[in-house]
Structures are given as structure tokens and as C-alpha cells.
T-cell receptor, first 114, second 112 residues
């Protein structure tokens, strides 16, 4: 099973709302990632967790707050977002953080900020 | 600064034809080059990958060619099928951190 699941599929929120995106994998992977993808653009890395510890933060604004409660779960907490944050948010996982470890992506959460 | 440049942005090919997508990179520290395929409404999925000590790698109808001295690599899709219609991203990564740097993407449309 190489499935990464993400919930919800779609999310609409106002600029004052607080919401969370959830990602789950049961492949025993120890690295998990959050990406942001705008329409017709490549995914942009936001965060990397390795063994449940944040290892890379690509200078993401603090209105995005990642959390890795355990090795199977990854959350992205959202607060006071801007309309330009509307995008597809992708979660991925890999066995570890070696460069040859395949990243398996989930289907994404389509976020719209009003 | 775009570290991996991908061309063309879009491509239309007839069924049975060959689709060719090219990528060029700048950072010589990159040493792993995967290609991802993304269908609408889905996340990217690994298609095929190559390391710079190999000049060519073939998996089924998909072939990567790699030119280390020119810092270029390309994806060839042989006998293209309508089901291959998707966006293709080349990528590159360095030794540590598994951080992928993606090219801009190529939208491929295979006409029946």
C-alpha cells in the first residue's frame, strides 16, 4: 500500500478562521512533507519532518503551523490566511530523507481563502 | 532563481508518437533526477528516476537520457497514449534532506 491520504479534499475559509489540514500514511515512512502548489506551477516545498522532528522550514509565514503528532500523521494548522494562500496543499511521505527515497504524494487539499 | 529549467511548457502529440521533454539544471551538487507525472486532481507520482553515473534508463515506454557535461536530462515517452495526457515535472535533489527542486512542468496532450 503506497497511499497517502489527505483530508479534507476541499476547504473554504475566511481570513479570520482557524482550520487544519490532515495527512496520514501507513507505510512506515519516517519523513513527511508539506508542499504548496498553485495552478499550472510545480509544487513548492514548505516543511519537512524527519522522525517526527521538523528538519526543514522553507521560510514559511507563521500563519502556517505544521505538527507531526506521530510517525503516521502530519497536520498543517492554518490561521489568518490571505487570499493569495489559496492553492492545492500536498502532503508527501518517504521512507527517510535520503535523496533516492521516493516521495509518495497524497491527492491534496484544495484550499480557497475568501 | 530557477535552478531546474523545463521545456516545452506544453506539448501536443498524436497517439503512437514520441513525447520529448527537456530539463537543464545549474547546480552541480544535484545528483538524483526523478520525473513525476501528475493527473488533474491528483498528487504527483514518481515515474522514473536516474543518477548521473548512468547516461540512460528505460522503464517500459519511458526513457530518461542524461548528459552530465551539458547538465541536461530529458524524458522520452514512446508510443504515446491518450492515458499519458498529464503534466510532467522533472526534479533534482542533492545528497541531504531529500529536498526536490522541480522544473516548471510540461502539460502533455496525446490526441487519439
Amino acid at each position: 500500500d503506497t497511499e497517502v491520504t489527505q483530508t479534507p479534499k476541499h476547504l473554504v475559509m475566511g481570513m479570520t478562521n482557524k482550520k487544519s489540514l490532515k495527512c496520514e500514511q501507513h507505510m512506515g515512512h519516517r519523513a513527511m512533507y508539506w508542499y504548496k502548489q498553485k495552478a499550472k506551477k510545480p509544487p513548492e516545498l514548505m516543511f519537512v519532518y524527519s522522525y517526527e522532528k521538523l528538519s526543514i522550514n522553507e521560510s514559511v509565514p507563521s500563519r502556517f503551523s505544521p505538527e507531526c503528532p506521530n510517525s503516521s500523521l502530519l497536520n498543517l494548522h492554518l490561521h489568518a490566511l490571505q487570499p493569495e494562500d489559496s492553492a492545492l496543499y500536498l502532503c508527501a511521505s518517504s521512507q527517510a530523507v535520503a535523496r533516492t527515497d521516493t516521495q509518495y504524494f497524497g491527492p491534496g487539499t484544495r484550499l480557497t481563502v475568501l | 532563481q530557477q535552478q531546474v529549467k523545463q521545456s516545452p511548457q506544453s506539448l501536443i502529440v498524436q497517439k503512437g508518437g514520441i513525447s520529448i521533454i527537456n530539463c537543464a539544471y545549474e547546480n552541480t551538487a544535484f545528483d538524483y533526477f526523478p520525473w513525476y507525472q501528475q493527473f488533474p486532481g491528483k498528487g504527483p507520482a514518481l515515474l522514473i528516476a536516474i543518477r548521473p553515473d548512468v547516461s540512460e534508463k528505460k522503464e517500459g515506454r519511458f526513457t530518461i537520457s542524461f548528459n552530465k557535461s551539458a547538465k541536461q536530462f530529458s524524458l522520452h515517452i514512446m508510443d504515446s497514449q491518450p492515458g499519458d495526457s498529464a503534466t510532467y515535472f522533472c526534479a533534482a535533489s542533492k545528497a541531504a534532506g531529500n529536498k526536490l527542486t522541480f522544473g516548471g512542468g510540461t502539460r502533455v496532450l496525446v490526441k487519439p
